[in-house]
């Protein structure tokens, strides 16, 4: 089944473009143009995540984030806003958003983020897997081991939880900032600037493994690429 998507958007020109786009990627999408449209939509119908329009009539999308999430506090939200104040996005993320994103933007890299936080999800399900089997690699987490080819190695922690997350996202974009939460526990220039240091150490490891590859996506996150 298509996955679902609550699409709130005031202007109904941009967002009968991007209803479109999103369709074609095989997406489920019901559009509706104010706050209030938004939340019966909500109450009526099942969503996986929503995508809200910040400046809206009648009920705005902070407004409608918090309704949404006394409804449902698991549903994704993410927020798209001509608006780049630092309140406004301190704000989103208060009331529980997944992500931000400020006007004009390139939709390929919203599609990412969309299907990031869905796959985050099954993730959050699927956490407890400690072994993985891809390509020419096997990986057990719990004990830091990684075989490629006829080569082990033992990882450092910040590795072992790198990879794995690389691995549950397989062939999906992994965001940065899942990365830098989850294993720096806090996001800054210095975290973001060591998780680029551990991506290289990561695909020197890989490297003799031609059937893998981490690529960068957009410079917003990355992706465990597996060509066989």
Same mark, same amino acid.
């Given at each position: 089944?298509?996955?679902?998507?609550?699409?709130?958007?005031?202007?109904?020109?941009?967002?009968?473009? $991007? &209803?479109? +786009?999103?369709?074609?990627?095989?997406?489920?999408? %019901?559009?509706?143009? !104010?706050? *209030?449209?938004? @939340?019966?939509?909500?109450?009526?119908?099942?969503?996986?995540?929503?995508?809200?329009?910040?400046?809206?009539?009648?009920?705005?999308?902070?407004?409608?984030?918090?309704?949404?999430?006394?409804?449902?506090?698991?549903?994704?939200?993410?927020?798209?806003?001509?608006?780049?104040?630092?309140?406004?996005? $301190? &704000?989103? +993320?208060?009331?529980?958003?997944?992500?931000?994103? %400020?006007?004009?933007? !390139?939709? *390929?890299?919203? @599609?990412?983020?969309?299907?990031?936080?869905?796959?985050?999800?099954?993730?959050?399900?699927?956490?407890?897997?400690?072994?993985?089997?891809?390509?020419?690699?096997?990986?057990?987490?719990?004990?830091?081991?990684?075989?490629?080819?006829?080569?082990?190695?033992?990882?450092?922690?910040?590795?072992?939880? $790198?990879?794995?997350?690389?691995?549950?996202?397989?062939?999906?974009?992994?965001?940065?900032?899942?990365?830098?939460?989850?294993?720096?526990?806090?996001?800054?220039?210095?975290?973001?600037?060591?998780?680029?240091?551990?991506?290289?150490?990561?695909?020197?490891?890989?490297?003799?493994?031609?059937?893998?590859?981490?690529?960068?996506?957009?410079?917003?996150?990355?992706?465990?690429?597996?060509?066989?």
């Amino acid at each position: 089944m298509s996955n679902r998507i609550l699409l709130v958007e005031d202007d109904q020109s941009f967002g009968a473009v $991007l &209803k479109d +786009y999103l369709t074609i990627n095989n997406f489920e999408v %019901t559009l509706a143009t !104010d706050g *209030e449209q938004g @939340l019966k939509e909500f109450t009526e119908n099942e969503f996986d995540i929503c995508i809200f329009d910040v400046m809206m009539p009648k009920k705005d999308g902070f407004s409608l984030a918090e309704d949404v999430k006394r409804i449902d506090k698991n549903t994704p939200i993410i927020f798209l806003t001509a608006r780049n104040m630092r309140e406004d996005i $301190l &704000k989103g +993320y208060q009331l529980g958003a997944d992500d931000y994103i %400020t006007k004009p933007f !390139d939709t *390929e890299l919203l @599609l990412y983020k969309i299907k990031a936080i869905l796959q985050r999800s099954a993730v959050l399900e699927d956490d407890e897997q400690e072994q993985f089997k891809i390509s020419n690699i096997f990986f057990d987490s719990m004990l830091r081991q990684l075989r490629v080819g006829d080569n082990e190695y033992k990882l450092s922690p910040k590795e072992n939880e $790198l990879l794995k997350l690389l691995c549950m996202h397989r062939n999906d974009f992994m965001p940065r900032d899942l990365a830098l939460r989850k294993i720096w526990k806090k996001e800054n220039y210095f975290t973001a600037r060591s998780m680029d240091v551990y991506i290289a150490k990561l695909r020197k490891l890989l490297r003799d493994d031609e059937g893998l590859e981490i690529i960068n996506v957009h410079g917003e996150g990355f992706r465990l690429l597996v060509k066989n």
